[in-house]
Protein backbone atom coordinates (compact mmCIF):
# COMPACT_ATOMS: atom_id res chain seq x y z
CA UNK A 1 0.00 0.00 0.00
CA UNK A 2 2.76 2.55 0.94
CA UNK A 3 4.71 2.18 -2.23
CA UNK A 4 0.86 2.33 -4.35
CA UNK A 5 0.50 5.55 -2.40
CA UNK A 6 3.70 7.22 -2.90
CA UNK A 7 3.33 6.26 -6.37
CA UNK A 8 -0.48 8.40 -6.05
CA UNK A 9 1.84 11.43 -4.44
CA UNK A 10 4.18 11.41 -7.09
CA UNK A 11 1.81 11.34 -10.33
CA UNK A 12 0.32 14.41 -8.27
CA UNK A 13 3.44 15.84 -8.13
CA UNK A 14 4.56 15.02 -11.79
CA UNK A 15 0.95 16.99 -13.24
CA UNK A 16 2.27 20.19 -12.17
CA UNK A 17 5.67 20.16 -14.26
CA UNK A 18 4.37 21.41 -17.79
CA UNK A 19 4.82 23.97 -20.32
CA UNK A 20 7.42 26.45 -21.29
CA UNK A 21 9.33 28.72 -19.74
CA UNK A 22 8.19 31.99 -17.32
CA UNK A 23 10.95 34.61 -16.25
CA UNK A 24 8.95 36.72 -13.56
CA UNK A 25 9.29 35.96 -9.99
CA UNK A 26 5.66 36.20 -8.18
CA UNK A 27 4.59 37.47 -5.08
CA UNK A 28 2.23 35.16 -2.75
CA UNK A 29 -0.52 33.60 -3.58
CA UNK A 30 -2.73 31.61 -1.49
CA UNK A 31 -5.10 30.08 -4.66
CA UNK A 32 -4.20 28.47 -8.22
CA UNK A 33 -6.33 30.55 -9.62
CA UNK A 34 -4.43 34.00 -8.32
CA UNK A 35 -1.15 32.31 -10.07
CA UNK A 36 0.42 34.53 -12.03
CA UNK A 37 3.80 33.16 -12.51
CA UNK A 38 5.67 29.05 -12.07
CA UNK A 39 6.58 30.56 -8.94
CA UNK A 40 3.12 31.01 -7.61
CA UNK A 41 2.11 27.83 -8.90
CA UNK A 42 5.06 25.91 -7.23
CA UNK A 43 3.86 27.53 -4.19
CA UNK A 44 0.20 26.81 -4.29
CA UNK A 45 1.39 23.40 -4.72
CA UNK A 46 4.00 23.46 -1.89
CA UNK A 47 0.85 24.76 0.25
CA UNK A 48 -1.09 21.71 -0.90
CA UNK A 49 1.84 19.00 -0.19
CA UNK A 50 2.47 20.65 3.38
CA UNK A 51 -1.83 20.16 3.82
CA UNK A 52 -1.06 16.91 3.00
CA UNK A 53 1.68 16.31 5.27
CA UNK A 54 -0.24 17.95 7.97
CA UNK A 55 -3.35 15.48 7.41
CA UNK A 56 -1.16 12.81 7.53
CA UNK A 57 0.45 13.45 11.09
CA UNK A 58 -2.28 11.38 12.90
CA UNK A 59 -3.67 8.97 10.26
CA UNK A 60 -2.47 5.43 9.08
CA UNK A 61 -1.40 5.57 5.91
CA UNK A 62 -4.50 3.50 4.66
CA UNK A 63 -6.91 6.10 6.16
CA UNK A 64 -5.12 8.84 4.42
CA UNK A 65 -5.03 7.03 1.06
CA UNK A 66 -9.21 7.02 1.59
CA UNK A 67 -9.11 11.01 3.15
CA UNK A 68 -10.91 13.50 2.10
CA UNK A 69 -7.99 15.30 2.80
CA UNK A 70 -6.03 13.55 0.06
CA UNK A 71 -8.32 13.90 -2.67
CA UNK A 72 -8.17 17.80 -2.16
CA UNK A 73 -4.49 17.03 -2.36
CA UNK A 74 -5.27 15.11 -5.74
CA UNK A 75 -7.68 17.94 -7.18
CA UNK A 76 -4.96 20.70 -5.96
CA UNK A 77 -2.05 19.08 -7.71
CA UNK A 78 -4.25 18.50 -11.43
CA UNK A 79 -5.42 22.59 -10.90
CA UNK A 80 -1.72 23.35 -10.32
CA UNK A 81 -0.89 21.16 -13.22
CA UNK A 82 -3.61 23.08 -15.20
CA UNK A 83 -2.34 26.16 -14.45
CA UNK A 84 1.27 25.14 -14.91
CA UNK A 85 0.03 24.28 -18.93
CA UNK A 86 -1.47 27.65 -18.82
CA UNK A 87 0.96 30.20 -17.85
CA UNK A 88 3.93 27.28 -20.07
CA UNK A 89 6.03 26.65 -16.90
CA UNK A 90 8.78 24.36 -18.03
CA UNK A 91 9.49 21.11 -16.38
CA UNK A 92 13.06 22.39 -16.13
CA UNK A 93 11.76 25.16 -13.84
CA UNK A 94 9.40 23.37 -11.75
CA UNK A 95 11.95 21.08 -10.64
CA UNK A 96 14.60 23.89 -10.04
CA UNK A 97 11.72 25.57 -7.89
CA UNK A 98 10.72 21.97 -6.34
CA UNK A 99 13.87 21.75 -5.51
CA UNK A 100 14.09 25.13 -3.74
CA UNK A 101 11.37 24.99 -1.53
CA UNK A 102 11.30 21.24 -0.70
CA UNK A 103 13.40 20.98 2.28
CA UNK A 104 10.81 23.75 3.82
CA UNK A 105 8.15 21.30 4.50
CA UNK A 106 7.79 19.78 7.87
CA UNK A 107 6.10 16.96 9.18
CA UNK A 108 5.36 15.13 12.44
CA UNK A 109 4.12 11.58 12.90
CA UNK A 110 5.38 8.27 11.11
CA UNK A 111 3.61 8.65 7.92
CA UNK A 112 3.72 11.96 6.80
CA UNK A 113 7.83 11.99 8.29
CA UNK A 114 8.10 8.49 5.24
CA UNK A 115 6.21 11.01 3.05
CA UNK A 116 8.71 14.04 3.25
CA UNK A 117 11.69 11.73 3.78
CA UNK A 118 10.63 10.16 -0.05
CA UNK A 119 9.51 13.68 -0.94
CA UNK A 120 13.26 14.95 -0.29
CA UNK A 121 14.85 11.78 -1.33
CA UNK A 122 13.10 11.38 -4.65
CA UNK A 123 12.82 14.96 -6.21
CA UNK A 124 10.46 16.02 -8.49
CA UNK A 125 10.00 14.61 -11.85
CA UNK A 126 9.92 10.91 -10.23
Not at 5 to 24: I, K, N, P, Q, S
Not at 53 to 60: F, I, K, R, V
Request: proline share 1%.
Amino acid sequence: MRMIFATLLFVGLFAAACGGDDDENGGDVTSIEDAETCEQVMDVAMQEIQSLLDAASDMEMTELAASQEFTDFQAGMEAAGTKSDEIGCSDEEMETLYNERVDDLTAEGPVAEDLLEQLQQEGFGF
